[in-house]
């Protein structure tokens, strides 16, 4: 059974994954500038003082903006550091705009990385996803960092996934390690999601 889920999300992913490469220089920009909208109305609706966000990478709905308006404002972004044992390190967002490639090729802070038990201390998490069904199911790009991380929070703030509204889908393959989102954030959107029932 495994297997077949894991083969269905793969298919999935191969195709939002090429969807996303067919976007307009155009159509990035509005998503970008609508994400940022989005995402400042949310961290200010959950008075959010410390959140964990990401740099998107090129075909992500954009969150560079964002990031750079938080720091200014004075909110502690924490940005994650990816590390070979499957888990994230973060460092602190600044107002540099120095960025590493990490592994996989993600575009990585440079700032003093702190270790993963450091997201514990965050009021709200942004985070990027492929798709996320209505039932807060999310299917990442499979390497489980997100997974692993939210699942070993002794006390998990709101989690918002950052997906472009074509990416909101009725239902999506799940296993049992995938863990659940408390909502998503698209280009025009935020919905918070009902919590799943175990």
Known sequence: MANEVEQEKRALRAELRERRQLLSDAQREAAAAGITAQLDALVAAHDASSISCFLSTTTEPG?????????????????????????????????????????????????????????????????????????????????GYYDKTIGSMERCPPVYAVIYDSEVLDSLPSEVHDQPVTGVVTPTQTITLPLPQH
Do not use: Y
Not at 63 to 74: C, D, H, M, S, Y
Not at 120 to 135: E, H, Q, S
């Open 63 to 143: 969150t560079w903006e964002f990031v750079r308006g938080a720091v200014t404002r004075g909110i502690r972004v924490l940005l994650p550091v990816t590390r070979a044992d499957g888990l994230l390190d973060w460092a602190v967002a600044n107002d540099s705009d120095e960025v590493a490639e990490g592994m996989f090729g993600l575009p990585e802070p440079t700032g003093e990385v702190l270790g993963p038990i450091a997201v514990n201390d965050v009021d709200l998490m942004i985070i990027p996803a492929a798709a996320v069904d209505r039932g807060g199911v999310r299917l990442g790009w499979g390497r």
